[in-house]
């Protein structure tokens, strides 16, 4: 089945240490974004990439890294210097840049200890 | 992209139907009106989308006002499974550089015996 797959569901750190959270589709999209979403709150965007080997600050960037080396991965790094990193962070992908269904993964929840 | 604006909560009886509002004022000529809906910690799942025209698919109706300012969408027999938050967002759907689609806090719906 076609989709969208993030990996861990589940991931704990403790303070300081750098996490990288998986995506992975075969959608054949071009266009990936990373959500952050806190508890009672809407999709921030943090990160968007129109193609491979091209990626764009969304509204939240600060702490976060990211890379397009692959058309079907778009990884997420949460570093150190991302203040309050404990949320619940997804994955979408849309056929082209900026236009059309959004299509999600079902999300990766990172707790800070 | 548009900014959306929607009531923060709503309740329904089950088997009623369950009408979400969203006002988009601020929407462009090309941009559609898409909703989604979340069920806790998991990836948003798409509904329904509409330009100008009422659209009707097998989850759902949308209703677009004829000055695309606002729009309804309605759930027509809800159930206690479509208690969820729901998201209304404005997105073109072609390639343009307009790919940030801004997700509000939603309607939490709620649907009650």
């Known amino acids: 089945d076609g989709g969208i797959t993030q990996s861990p569901k589940y991931l704990f750190r403790k303070e300081g240490q750098n996490v990288t959270l998986s995506c992975e589709q075969n959608?054949?999209?071009?266009?990936m974004y990373w959500y952050r979403q806190d508890p009672g709150q809407g999709l921030r965007l943090i990160y968007y990439?129109?193609?491979?080997?091209d990626f764009q600050k969304g509204d939240i960037a600060e702490g976060y890294s990211v890379s397009r080396e692959k058309k079907e991965s778009f990884p997420l790094t949460v570093t150190s210097a991302q203040k309050n990193p404990t949320a619940f962070y997804l994955c979408?992908?849309?056929?082209?840049w900026g236009g059309g269904e959004l299509f999600f993964g079902e999300g990766s929840r990172l707790t800070v200890l | 992209d548009a900014k959306t604006t929607q009531p923060p909560s709503m309740d329904c009886a089950e088997g009623r139907a369950a009408n979400l509002p969203c006002n988009h004022s601020?929407?462009?000529?090309?941009?559609?009106v898409y909703w989604y809906r979340q069920i806790h910690s998991q990836g948003p799942q798409y509904i329904i989308h509409?330009?100008?025209n009422n659209e009707t698919n097998e989850m759902a109706s949308l209703i677009i006002t004829e000055d695309r300012k606002s729009s309804t969408l309605i759930l027509p027999h809800a159930t206690l499974r479509d208690t969820a938050v729901y998201y209304c967002?404005?997105?073109?759907?072609?390639?343009?550089?307009?790919?940030?689609?801004?997700f509000g806090d939603g309607t939490t719906l709620t649907v009650k015996p």
């Open positions: 990439s129109q193609i491979v080997n």
């Open positions: 509409g330009l100008k």
């Open positions: 979408a992908s849309s056929l082209g």
């Open positions: 967002i404005v997105r073109v759907s072609q390639n343009t550089n307009a790919g940030k689609s801004t």
């Open positions: 959608l054949n999209h071009d266009a």
């Open positions: 601020t929407i462009s000529g090309n941009e559609y």
